[in-house]
RNA sequence: GGAGAGAUGGCUGAGCGGCUGAAAGCGAUCGCCUGCUAAGCGAUUGUACGCCCAAAAAGGUGUACCGGGGGUUCGAAUCCCCCUCUCUCCGCCA
């Protein structure tokens, strides 16, 4: 959500900047409820002052014993009239508050401007495509020959874009797991948290799911429960309404989830494999941080979601999203993006985005500051670290060999309890 | 799932129709005192929004907020209804 007051102020910077990210939205809907909204404030706020005073009067004229009758008649009516503006206040702070919510961030004044993922800046590249003597398989083909994954049977059990890992490729997504949260808790400073796989809807809203993709989230049916589709929301909403300490800044979180998306309107892309899945697991980065430093940290964050490409000596790139390809709540997002040689296409595997205030605005995650006591509201930051399944996709595309085993990463054998090697099951 | 008890400021905890944005204590901040520390003394100590003033800060003023929503009343932290959460006991259960 957008700081009410600085739209107000700046209405034509707001508009000129979501127009870069090839929204069209009206904000002279936002002032004409502005204003509305304000000037029943104004009404109601005058009467219930009025009705506060003449109140205490009707107090202290019982207490003397005195007939207060004309003033409580006479309050009587200004509390109809209260109540009927209260009601049309409601009403417009609900359309106002609706239409808040459907304005996406601010990009910020790095964030170049652009129409889609074409147009997203390089940034870094690390490592080499590797060669192969062969033409390298993609990963449905290699995971299926190496038995290690069932797309047939995950089918069967619950549907299209769900999928049933075996033996090693099991075990291999449960030791990047475990390879990533030490990681980031061990050596990044992380704090390790294990939250909640359902939110209620004030989380989703408070990270900015609800109420615009609704459509995107799967629902429990006659409850007030969401499967995560991120671990961004459960744990960015651990401060949900807290006002934190300045010394206290910034908290980071890594977590581990799984993460449940509906995937509505992307019927048809990404069928084949594990790239797109209802259900898939995560490695998650959560930052609270003082707005003066959420850009240094946002480059820390996304250092950190690449190194674990570097220990597994993956090649990849990391894009700086455009105007047009920034999500929703995004002021700044920094993708990483995985070499696949058996698709021939690099591949989001990391989102590390700066929301600035925008998500803490609508969860009210704030701060005090030591120096003036006053309360500002935080920047928060998350980025995937990494995305599981997409990581076991580029272990078996990238090491894959002529005789259709798989080797793996030697930063991965500790957690495979010393397997280097997937070979085909006999 | 059943029965009961609760939810008040950073924390503990009073209040149970008007004098309460809220006692008291703790904590915190500032000042005094002090060889240092401790103790002591004094002051300050919520958030949001509107309006006034203003370049801004500060300030002034109004309104709202005592788990959430609704109701009764001239007036609700206080009375009534619904919901959520916490605790205790019983049942069930990995």
Redesign the pocket.
Known sequence: ML???FV?ENIDFVQKKLAERGQDIDLGRFSRL?QER?DI??E???L?????????????R??QKED?SD??????A??AR??EL?ESL?ETEALFDEFLMTIPNVPHESVVSGTDSADNPVVREWGEKPVFTFEPKPHWETGEFLKVLDFAEGAKIAGARFTLYRGLGARLERALINFMVDLHAVEHGYTEVLPPFMVNSDSMRGTGQLPKFEEDLFKIEGT?YYLIPTAEVPVTNIHRGE?LDEKDLPVYYVAYTPCFRAEAGSYGKDTRGLIRQHQFNKVEMVKFSRPDTSYDELEKLTANAEEVLERLNIHFRTVDLCTGDLGFSAAKTYDIEVWMPGQDAYREISSCSNFEDFQARRA?I?F?REE?????FVHTLNGSGLAVGRTVVAILENYQQEDGSVIIPEALIPYMNGVDRITPAV
């Open positions: 700081d009410i007051r107000r502005d304000r404030l104004k109601v706020e005058t219930r002052g009025e009705r506060n005073t003449v109140s205490k009067e009707v107090g202290q019982k207490k207060a003033l409580i008649s006479k309050m009587g200004v509390s209260i109540k209260d409601k007030d006002i009210e704030r005090r003036s006591g006053k309360v500002e």
